[in-house]
């Protein structure tokens, strides 16, 4: 199973943006995914999970950021982040459990005050 995630970039306090991540390689349908960040000198956090179609957020972010799966290709998962703060700047990875760990490669997101 690999992931590729993508989507990361530099954006202004207040603007949005989506990451998504390609899950390719997996032979069963996947219901446990999620989206994990990592700042500058900090532990690696859950940002949103989506498990069996429920969804769950960081304290965070929560109203402003929304995991989803594309319907059509179901291994593919979305972060939409709006209202971007300069603490949301991190790395931010893809995270999928299927019979065991699978992480993306990490894609960098910046937001300037």
């Known amino acids: 199973v690999q992931l590729q995630a993508c989507g990361g970039g530099l954006v202004q306090a207040g603007g949005s943006l989506r990451l998504s991540c390609a899950v390719s390689?997996?032979?069963?349908?996947?219901?446990?995914m999620a989206w994990y960040r990592q700042a500058p000198g900090k532990q690696r956090e859950l940002v949103a999970g989506?498990?069996?179609?429920?969804?769950?957020y960081a304290d965070s972010v929560k109203g402003r950021f929304t995991i989803s799966r594309d319907n059509a290709a179901k291994n593919t998962v979305y972060l939409q982040m709006n209202s971007l703060k300069p603490e949301d700047t991190a790395v931010y990875y893809c995270?999928?459990?299927?019979?065991?760990?699978?992480w993306g490669q990490g894609t960098e997101l910046t937001v300037s005050s």
């Open positions: 995270y999928v459990r299927l019979f065991r760990h699978y």
């Open positions: 390689g997996a032979i069963f349908s996947i219901n446990n």
């Open positions: 989506l498990i069996s179609g429920s969804t769950n």
